[in-house]
């Protein structure tokens, strides 16, 4: 278990998905370029989802991003922040906001 003081260093965000492509080479990673509001900018985001969403439906949604993970490659990309997903049978389930909110929103 973690305490609620190491818990209150993940830095949980909406993020606005404003591009999405398919990386050469795997069937299911995709970079994503995100928004993170006017404080953090925009953000390159790979994540195994590819298999369950398709570019063209993921492109202007909202989705829940730890927005604080160190960087780190993935099939030669760099990977600045992770999705946050429930892991079901058919596959990731993307978290979503149920209305519109900003970009850069924190999670409480």
Request: charged share 30%; aromatic share 4%; proline share 4%.
């Amino acid at each position: 278990m973690i305490s609620y003081e190491e818990f209150k260093k993940v830095d949980l965000r909406i993020a606005k998905i404003l591009v999405v492509e398919k990386i050469d080479g795997s069937d299911k990673l995709l970079r994503l370029e995100v928004d993170v509001g006017a404080e953090i900018g925009t953000r390159q985001i790979i994540a195994g989802i590819g298999k369950v969403y398709a570019p063209e439906y993921l492109v202007g949604r909202e989705v829940v991003i730890v927005a604080n993970l160190e960087p780190r490659k993935l099939m030669g990309f760099e990977s600045e922040g992770m999705l946050l997903a429930a892991d079901s049978v058919e596959g990731p389930v993307l978290l979503m906001p149920e209305k519109e909110v900003s970009s850069g929103i924190g999670i409480k």
